[in-house]
């Protein structure tokens, strides 16, 4: 409201309350339209972030409730079938040494059991064919001929007796044949023939993983719980070894099993060697024992 001064001539404007409630109103709305407008702008910005970055980094691998892509189920498909006592390789026929070992008084119960194989894998066949699956393995998946033919050979020949080399021979031979009637794959015909001679079992089973795509930590973790579940097997049939106990056994034999893993992955052949004499002895006296169950 304006009103003249009339001292001065001048007009002066009179602040009422009804007009300060409306100033002050005024710039509360005035000032929520900038929050708002703001905070919009913000949330798009945010939101604009991730998408571009969607556009440009690649899409993480899709898991189904199970927590595994779908490779991982088909890698683990696959080794579970492959490594398992039901394929058909002959597994259950060999003892690599274990039944001399039993007639000779080396192995006699649970404990001796678990001293014997501990030795075999950490520093004897156990640790020799799991650094020739991991060095099959690689030279399958980087398509190395001349590697791949080098380590067929020298597996082939490091074998300590005549009754091994039939055992890791045969059971070879078994898997790549069921590899190719039942599971083949692009090229794997094409690096069977590349090896030009015999494949022992451990040169098999990394050469068909890594054709398969299947990475090469499990696969070794698998071929050695596989071997030694074998292991235990035999001796279960040769002395009085309860299915509790030879569990006990295995689930003992779990942490040297997953150091022989670790130890092979990063071992070159220049690392190969044994030292589990009295397991290679037991390998060329079970040619001459007078009865047998097992033919290694």
């Known amino acids: 409201m304006q009103v003249v001064d009339m001292a001065t001539r001048t007009t002066v404007t009179r602040i009422t309350p ?3 409630i409306r100033r002050t109103v005024t710039n509360i709305i005035t000032m929520l339209i900038t929050i708002t407008m703001t905070s919009i702008a913000t949330t798009s910005i945010i939101t604009a972030i991730p998408m571009l970055k969607t556009t440009n980094e690649p899409q993480p691998a899709v898991h189904d409730r199970s927590g595994m892509t779908e490779s991982e189920a088909s890698a683990l498909y696959r080794l579970l079938t492959w490594l398992s006592p039901s394929f058909p390789v002959g597994g259950f026929s060999y003892s690599s040494g274990i039944e001399w070992a039993v007639e000779a008084g080396d192995i006699r119960n649970a404990a001796s059991l678990q001293n014997w194989l501990g030795a075999m894998l950490a520093d004897g066949g156990g640790f020799c064919d799991a650094v020739f699956l991991a060095q099959a393995h690689r030279a399958t998946e980087f398509c190395d001929d ?4 080098d380590v067929a050979e020298l597996a082939a020949a490091f074998v300590p007796s005549r009754e091994r080399q039939l055992e890791t021979s045969a059971q070879g031979r078994a898997f790549i044949e069921i590899a190719r009637s039942a599971w083949n794959c ?3 015909e094409a690096m069977i023939a590349r090896c030009d001679g015999v494949i022992v079992y451990p040169v098999a089973v990394g050469l068909v993983s890594a054709a398969h795509a299947i990475p090469l930590a499990p696969t070794l973790h698998a071929f050695l ?3 030694t579940s074998n292991w235990i097997s035999a001796a279960s049939r040769l002395i009085p070894l309860g299915q509790t106990d030879g569990q006990r056994v295995l689930a003992a034999l779990e942490p040297i099993v997953s150091a022989t893993a670790k130890r092979a992955i990063t071992a070159s052949l ?8 009295r397991a290679d002895l037991a390998s060329l006296r079970h040619e001459t024992q007078y009865t047998r169950l097992f033919r290694s």
């Open 270 to 277: 220049d690392d190969l060697g044994s030292a589990t004499f």
């Open 18 to 20: 009804r007009m300060i």
């Open 186 to 188: 692009d090229g794997l």
């Open 146 to 149: 001349g590697a791949l033919r």
């Open 225 to 227: 719980h596989a071997l």
